[in-house]
């Protein structure tokens, strides 16, 4: 059972550029969801893909994209970053209803100057 | 609003007993879960109540009160590796399995 991976591990950014993260999800899972994690702070909710579209999301603006492909490979774009974004992205994959736990990856570290 | 609160640390002695309490108010609830997480770690799954009463997992136990709003996490026979984050997270749609709301987490410190 493959788990589920994100790359890059670190990304340093200038503010007003534009970046990609990628995620692999757990094979045999068909939801994926991002996450933000602020130093200190929990992860708070992006939104989540299932079945290719946006099925949920949280308190962010439309700068912060997604995509989820057929083989529930999952991408987070962020467009005209801000300082304020430098944080911990979350991936994580797990089925879409009932009490099935998240399964995340390391994460990207990124960090906008 | 939607808010999970957690207190921001704990610090116990190896072999010690500790419970982290979680209170929530949210607009839906379905279940309570409780990550772990280690320094620059991915959050890992610990446990789950979706109703009221105490799952047991190893050394982990973790309780729901719904009238209360409220449950905890119990470590007992603490480690030095148990030394991590640890949030307490509620799902309040039932199909939207990749959505939690988060609390702060509590940092725990384990002493030797």
Redesign the interface.
Known sequence: ETG?TQSPTHLIKTRGQQVTLRCSSQSGHN???W?QQAL??????IF???REEE??R?NFPPRFSGLQFPNYSSELNVNALELDDSALY?C????????????????TRLTVT | GQSLEQPSEVTAVEGAIVQINCTYQTSGFYGLSWYQQHDGGAPTFLSYNALDGLEETGRFSSFLSRSDSYGYLLLQELQMKDSASYFCAVRDRYNQGGKLIFGQGTELSVKP
């Open positions: 589920v939801t994926v969801s996450y200190g702070q929990g992860p708070q909710f989540q893909y299932y099925n949920g949280g979350l994580a994959s797990s089925f879409r209803t009932g009490d099935s736990p998240l399964h995340f990856g390391n994460g």
